[in-house]
């Protein structure tokens, strides 16, 4: 263990690891350091551990508590959306653009923020998600442009969600719900939305204690993980 401002975190060493989340710090700080390899990054969403880290620092990891989840068959659309989605307007589909998802999503943040914790290390470790079927992406196409979308990881019947973006109106949102309803189809039992957003509270998102959230994840990341693209082609 080492002390940083003031809490005490985890030291990772090079052996694939994690504490146990309960010993995470009041703000969901776990532990440091480590790497992105595709075996860890599986090891910590399998006990509801993240990365998150600004570009140029150290790794973090985090388990939040309380836990942003949405469980799928709670979606709810709202009602202008439900209007909105009636017109077609964007093609949805998925696992088409990982790429370019992943690196949009990045430019948004930085843009907006001015900096962005998925930095070329984060986006070259996603995409080996991707290339194994583990890390999953959801398209929003105006005139065979991508105007938005989201990534996230499925592991047994958990999708993780990791980040979103948009450059036209509601264009994450309509992916989004074709997730969810995509999620349904699949039998997923769960969707990890890690913090709070009222964006996602919107949804039918809720709050649950980290213990609960454990109790949860113990018993989805058990079911057979699909590995196979979801989906290349235009969702209806």
Same mark, same amino acid.
């Given at each position: 263990m080492m002390?940083?401002?003031g809490m005490t975190v985890f030291q990772l060493s090079k052996k694939n690891m994690f504490p146990s989340p309960e010993y995470a710090e009041g703000n969901g700080l776990l532990a440091i350091g480590g790497d992105l390899s595709m075996e860890r990054l599986i090891s910590a969403y399998s006990r509801g551990i993240f990365p998150w880290y600004s570009e140029g620092d150290p790794i973090l990891w985090w388990s939040p508590d309380p836990r942003l989840i949405l469980f799928p068959e709670e979606l709810r659309v709202p009602r202008s959306l439900r209007k909105f989605m009636k017109k077609d307007i964007y093609e949805v589909t998925m696992d088409r653009a990982?790429?370019?998802v992943i690196r949009s999503c990045a430019a948004i943040h930085r843009e907006k923020d001015g900096e962005t914790w998925i930095g070329g290390d984060m986006i070259? *470790?996603?995409?080996?998600?991707?290339?194994?079927?583990?890390?999953? &992406?959801?398209e929003s196409w105006l005139d065979?442009?991508?105007v938005g979308g989201l990534y996230?990881? *499925?592991?047994g019947g958990v999708f993780f969600g990791e980040s979103m973006? &948009?450059?036209?109106?509601?264009?994450s949102k309509v992916a989004f719900v074709k997730l969810v309803e995509r999620l349904v189809d699949l039998d997923f039992e769960m969707i990890d939305c890690q913090v709070m957003t009222e964006y996602l509270m919107?949804?039918?998102a809720r709050e649950v204690s980290r213990s609960s959230f454990s109790r949860l994840l113990d018993a989805s990341v058990t079911k057979t993980t699909m590995r196979d693209k979801w989906m290349d082609s235009s969702v209806q």
């Open positions: 002390t940083t401002c990982f790429g370019e070259d *470790a996603y995409m080996r998600l991707h290339e194994y079927g583990y890390a999953h &992406s959801v065979g442009k991508l996230g990881v *499925a592991l973006f &948009s450059t036209e109106s509601n264009a919107s949804f039918g």
